[in-house]
């Protein structure tokens, strides 16, 4: 969703860490950011489709994501994006860290520590029924919304998905030091490591 790059741009699969090696601390803001941004961008959806029709959920996509990602990560301390394997912009390309996730198809989240004692967290991301009306079979795609996705994407690439699919993954970066006002609220989340 962001499109600047902090130094963990350039690790390699060679440079991660493992997930032993991330504290439980960065874990809990890395799926609490998570689940915030799912959240506040679910609720939007809703909101736009129940008000302007399911079409208006395309503009939230192109738009309103990006304000949305920004303003959680601002929230949790932490950078906030999305990719897929069936890019529809060139700016959720996965960075480069992300990259050995998605091509393994990763369907659990993981956890690696990054550069200069950052965490690295991929989520993923799964279809369900009303991601169906834009990303589904052309069955599922609803009429109200195919002709907006033909203007917009011409050679779609982000169709095609059936429900529980994998569709793509939410990662988070979160910084070596947290020590924001706003990442204090999960301080005391439990320690599984």
């Given amino acids: 969703m962001q499109s600047e790059t902090p130094a963990a741009q350039s690790s390699s699969p060679a440079d991660l860490g493992t997930e032993t090696q991330v504290p439980a601390r960065h874990r809990a803001i890395a799926t609490r950011a998570k689940d915030a941004l799912f959240s506040q961008l679910s609720n939007r959806l809703m909101s736009a489709m ?10 939230v996509c192109r738009t309103e994501a990006k304000q949305i990602s920004s303003s959680v990560g601002e929230e949790y301390c932490v950078e ?13 390309e996965p960075r480069d860290w992300v990259r050995p996730f998605v091509e393994d198809r990763t369907d659990t989240p993981r956890f690696v520590t990054l550069k200069d004692g950052q965490t690295g967290a991929v989520f993923p991301i ?35 998905f059936r429900l ?30």
């Fill in 126 to 160: 799964r279809m369900g029924v009303k991601c169906l009306m834009c990303h589904g079979q052309d069955e599922d795609i609803i009429d109200e919304v195919k002709p907006a996705l033909a203007k917009l994407y011409p050679s779609d690439r982000a169709t095609g």
């Fill in 50 to 59: 129940q008000s302007d029709g399911p079409a208006a959920a395309i503009e």
């Fill in 80 to 92: 906030i994006g999305r990719t897929s394997f069936k890019l529809r912009s060139a700016e959720n």
């Fill in 164 to 193: 529980d699919e994998l569709r793509g993954w939410f990662w988070v970066e979160v910084p070596g030091t947290v020590d924001q006002p706003a990442v204090d609220s999960v301080e005391n989340a439990d320690d599984d490591s």
